[in-house]
């Protein structure tokens, strides 16, 4: 089965300032999909990016964009120009296109935004 | 139109009650979700619903009783739950290829949940 680890529990930015939310996974399958939730204290789960497995190109949404290594099974999430609204709890997640729309979800990373 | 809604927002019962959510989209997404989540946790998959019929039941107890009457309707019926049933209740939707396990990059819509305490 496909696990996904999200080793930062917590992270702290600086308002205007850049960070780096990472994220591995762990599967056997060629073809997957890899997402980045945000859920603020509204609690709303707000889709950030995706990005698919067979695309090199790294995908990018305004201040958000991703690092996809395959190889090293990793799809960390670069914010850059951070603002006060960032703040929120970011789930990586991985989806198999095999597996009938099962999604699985990472611990999540709390990110605070300071201004 | 890519908004899941979720009533109610808060819900309170008891032990004893019967009581109901309810999920809407109107996206013409014929997968439909229903998740738990626990306070500063993942949402974990309770049940899945592909063109109305259940396709996935994580092993949830029978307390819980989900029902989908048309493509755009998710319900979830509740009854005699315990005090640890006390979660965020997140309804989620998206596309879904027919005939095919899932196959497709389509992501997740998910609603603003149902705040549930068991008493």
């Known amino acids: 089965a496909q696990t996904v680890t999200q080793s930062q529990p917590e992270m702290s930015v600086q308002e205007a300032e850049t960070v780096t939310l990472s994220c591995t996974y762990d599967?056997?399958?060629?073809?997957?999909?890899l997402f980045w939730y945000k859920q603020p204290p509204s609690r709303q789960m707000i889709l950030v990016i995706r990005?698919?497995?067979?695309?090199?190109q790294n995908a990018t949404e305004n201040r958000f964009s991703v690092n996809f290594q395959k190889a090293a099974k990793s799809f960390s999430l670069k914010i850059s120009d951070s603002q006060l609204g960032d703040a929120a709890m970011y789930f990586c997640?991985?989806?198999?296109?095999?597996?009938?729309?099962?999604?699985?979800f990472g611990a999540g990373t709390r990110l605070t935004v300071k201004p | 139109d890519t908004e899941v809604t979720q009533t109610p927002k808060h819900l309170v019962m008891g032990m004893t009650n019967k009581k109901s959510l309810k999920c809407e989209q109107h996206?013409?997404?014929?997968?439909m979700y229903w998740y738990k989540q626990k306070a500063k946790k993942p949402p974990e998959l309770m049940f899945v619903?592909?063109?109305?019929?259940?396709?996935i039941n994580e092993s949830v107890p029978s307390r819980f009783s989900p029902e989908c009457p048309n493509s755009s309707l998710l319900n979830l019926h509740l009854h005699a739950l315990q005090p640890e049933d006390s979660a965020l209740y997140l309804c989620?939707?998206?596309?879904?290829?027919?005939?095919?396990?899932?196959?497709?990059?389509?992501?997740?819509?998910f609603g603003p949940g149902t705040r549930l305490t068991v008493t």
């Open positions: 989620a939707s998206s596309q879904q290829l027919p005939g095919t396990g899932g196959i497709g990059s389509y992501e997740q819509y």
């Open positions: 599967t056997s399958e060629s073809d997957y999909y």
């Open positions: 990005q698919e497995a067979y695309k090199q």
């Open positions: 997640a991985y989806r198999s296109p095999y597996n009938n729309n099962d999604m699985r």
């Open positions: 619903y592909s063109y109305e019929k259940l396709s």
């Open positions: 996206m013409g997404h014929r997968a």
